[in-house]
């Protein structure tokens, strides 16, 4: 994958440029029982921060990846603030729901189309799948309507 800000597959409106952290505030992470919204874990290149709950068994992660588009294949489909979007209940495990959220189309290193995603999973075991995808919907869109228009 080329780093230069003028190539093809990464461009200037590429998520590599995004911070994941300034995605979700204080104001947004309040429907999460506990957050610390002040105290993030950041990830390498400010791509992925997850936020845990001070108290209870629970966590918000969101990063940034590139796959193929999504499908019904990937889980329950959906629209979340204008961009195609899948919610999948334990996708990244037991007690977790995956939303899934496209931002735009490129193409990949052999010319196929591809796509970069936010990807939020939240972790909790106090929650059923239904209320863990409510609000992992909720948080994904949010974050999905701060990103920047294409």
Known sequence: MTHSASGSSIGRRSLLWLDACRLLDARALEIVPGIDAGDPDVGFGNWDCDWYSTTRDIEVQLRYDRDQPLSGDDGRVTMLAGRDAVVSPE????????????????????????????????????????????????????????????
């Open 91 to 150: 996708y990244d495990g037991e007690d977790t729901c995956t939303v899934r959220v496209e931002y735009r189309e490129y193409p990949d290193e052999n010319g196929q189309k591809a796509v970069e995603l936010l990807y939020l999973t939240l972790d909790g075991d106090d929650e059923s799948p239904d209320e863990l995808c409510g609000i992992a919907t909720r948080l994904a869109e949010t974050a999905a309507g701060e990103l920047p228009k294409l």
